[in-house]
């Protein structure tokens, strides 16, 4: 007999930062329950986290398919927002790659050194992290 966790434990290991070490878990749950959006919302979430952005894009491509071919429905508002952010940050990613690139060809160098692309990680941490703080 095998044991499935309740969805409560696995969102306090994914608040906790576990998600690398429920990644597996996530992904047989999902498997075994392919429509289930909340399970699948968590493994969206614990591959961002991971580093597997494209993996957790290709999960909501996945859920939304299975949904609109199984049960004849769109995902929810939870998992849409999720791959919304997704996608979102990766753009973000993209866009600083881009830059970083158009610099070393316009300045001679040609090339992105390790220097560089870690600037280029702080920057994307500072965007998807910044969260501006609203006036009172």
Do not use: F
């Not at 959006?37 to 894009?57: D, P, Q, T, V």
């Not at 909501?60 to 940050?89: H, I, K």
Request: glycine letters at 6%.
């Amino acid at each position: 007999m095998y044991y499935s966790p309740p969805p409560w434990c696995i969102e306090l290991d994914l608040e906790a930062g576990d998600h690398a070490a429920i990644l597996h878990e996530l992904e047989s749950l999902a498997q075994a329950h392919p429509v289930n959006e909340r399970l699948r919302a968590h493994l969206m979430l614990a591959l961002y986290r991971s580093g597997r952005e494209a993996e957790a894009l290709a999960v909501y491509s996945d859920v939304r398919r299975r949904l609109n071919e199984e049960v004849g429905v769109d995902p929810g508002p939870e998992l849409t927002r999720l791959q919304q952010r997704t996608a979102g940050r990766i753009g973000s990613l993209t866009r600083l790659i881009r830059q970083a690139a158009i610099t070393a060809i316009s300045d001679g160098t040609e090339r992105i050194t390790k220097t560089t692309l870690d600037t280029i990680r702080l920057d994307h941490l500072a965007e998807t992290h910044h969260r501006p703080r609203r006036g009172r």
